[in-house]
């Protein structure tokens, strides 16, 4: 179906209307119900959603074009995206996609015939230690292998539901094999807000100013100064939003957080909430764990009878504060924080220029707190426990512990919760990775660390990270790591500046190009000049750090690429005389000067 009565449409999406209400910042919301009923976003809905909301068509349009998992054509009855992860590429993805496609008679990115199916990769969807994954009309499949894509194939021949299909192909195991003081201690669901009641807001405040807690969302910023500015910037109303985007390949901890420990989390968003006078709070869910929506609707539903969220929060007057879940849409740079925002306000998540900070100016142009799912869960430890408690663990300049998500060449991928501090060599033994040859901490934004770092430490004062270690052995080559990562921000960037949109692209190009064999010395210099370009000059974080498992590959790893360069000093990205085919044709001219000597 590619087009739609006006009626038609009228009919099927007044319920969903009904469901999210007419304000304009529901439009994502929205538009992604119209995308699971459709399997695109037809022109009519467009029309339709543009008037309700009370926005131009123009608008809707650039919403509906800037998020991968909305799309203006069919994407077929079932759409299956294959994760593209560097792990899920070490377990066999680029092989199983192929098989897979072999088998459907389909193309990839193609939609098929009879609009029955699409095929196509996606960035990594946070299952690296159960891949190689996908996603089926947004549902995790894990632990893909030829027999299961042999079901999957009939399943989707015969046309069964998705919601009828065996459940084993969609198991998400938490595989929690080491625990600390947040995974390890459990809580009764209220314990943190009660002792935070009892403590009184200012003192809880002073108590996690004491713990030194820094956000586990990746920058490290100190959490008690946000909320501090945040608590005494003016507004109409305060907010608290909880990131969990977690789009950086090779993160999945938050997804484990909010599966087993979703009451943590949101007592922090509560305790938040009491301390910066919010009375709203959202859940910013990435698309890829709108699997887990269900089940933590069902936490919020909880809370709110156990006089956890709502009004009166334990019966204490005027404290009322509830939670709203939206769901983000495929889009790596809804993480960041101000495109965050964006994406809330149901717009394109482009990031916002800065200063002004979310602290003074956020969702709606209020104060608003922006924190990671972890550090909601660690600020709830705190305010249960104290201060003295939470630093009894970590180093100096960061307390606590790090919930990471181990994967790659290991016999456990899985969560390891360390005290900080812990090296890099200590993880190796636990997660039973032998022979390793290079380390990706924090994702393809983070640091490609050799065998000669495996010392360093795990901390803000020597490698920090939001989570993410990827191992690899001494079979991997390192040049398939960046060129993996250089596909990854090509295809993210959000092409708002020109040094990053541009600069990742080349990047990308270079890459393939030593890839296939035909790099030189000319093109390292490039790769390192746009580098040099993107972190200096990009507008925002994904293009500061855009280079980085690049130019750690140049340093670090020179046998990854010195025998794949030609000896040439130079050799064109192109080749000249087969980009002037075209022209010829259209001249109908074969001669001799019309060929590139
Ligand atoms: C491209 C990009 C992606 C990001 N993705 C995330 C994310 O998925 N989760 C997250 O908590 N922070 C992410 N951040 C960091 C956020 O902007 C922000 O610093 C963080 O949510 C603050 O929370 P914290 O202080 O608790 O760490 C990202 C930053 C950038 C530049
Ligand atoms: S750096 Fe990249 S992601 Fe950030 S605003 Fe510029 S183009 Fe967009």
Known sequence: MDSCEFSQIEQQLSPVFEQHGYEAQKLLQILLDVQEIYSFIPDEAITYIAN????????VKAVVDFYSFLSFKSVGEYRVLFSDNITDQMLGKNELMQYFCKKMWLEPGKVSEDNLLSVDSTSCTGMCDQGPAALVNGWPLTNLDQQRLDLIAKLIRDRNPVS?????????????????????????????????????????????EASKLRGRGGAGYSTANKWSSCRTSPG?????VCNADEGEPGTFKDRVLLNSYADLVLEGMTIAAKIIGATQGFLYLRGEYRYLRRKLE???????????????ILGELGFDFDIEIHLGAGAYICGEESALIESLEGKSGRPRNRPPFPVTHGYLDQPTVVDNVETFACVSKIAEYDSAWFTALGTAQSSGSKILSISGDCARPGIYEYPFGVALYEIFDDCGAEDVHAVQVSGPSGTL?????????????????????IIFNRERDIL??????AHFFAYESCGFCTPCRVGTQLQKKII??????YGTAYDLEELKYIGHIMRTMSHCGLGHTAANQVIDMLDKFPDAYKNKLKKLVFEPAFDLDRALEKARKITGRDDKLAHFP
Not at 236 to 240: D, L
Request: glycine content about 6%; some cysteine.
């Open 52 to 59: 309700l909301l009370s926005v131009s068509r123009v608008s």
């Open 164 to 208: 009828t299909w065996p459940a084993m192909l969609f198991e998400v195991k938490d595989n929690i094999y080491r625990s600390e003081i947040l995974l390890g201690k459990p809580s009764v669901a209220g314990a943190a807000i009660k002792a935070t009641l009892e403590r009184g807001v200012a003192a809880t405040l002073s108590e996690i």
């Open 236 to 240: 109409t109303a305060h907010y608290i």
């Open 298 to 312: 069902e936490v919020l539903a909880q809370r709110r009878t156990a006089g956890l969220l709502g009004r009166s």
């Open 449 to 469: 660390v050799s065998c000669k770092e495996f010392r360093r430490r795990i901390c803000f004062e020597d490698l920090p990270t939001a989570g993410a270690l």
């Open 480 to 485: 398939q790591v960046a060129l993996n990562s």
């Open 512 to 517: 393939d190009k030593i890839s296939d064999g």
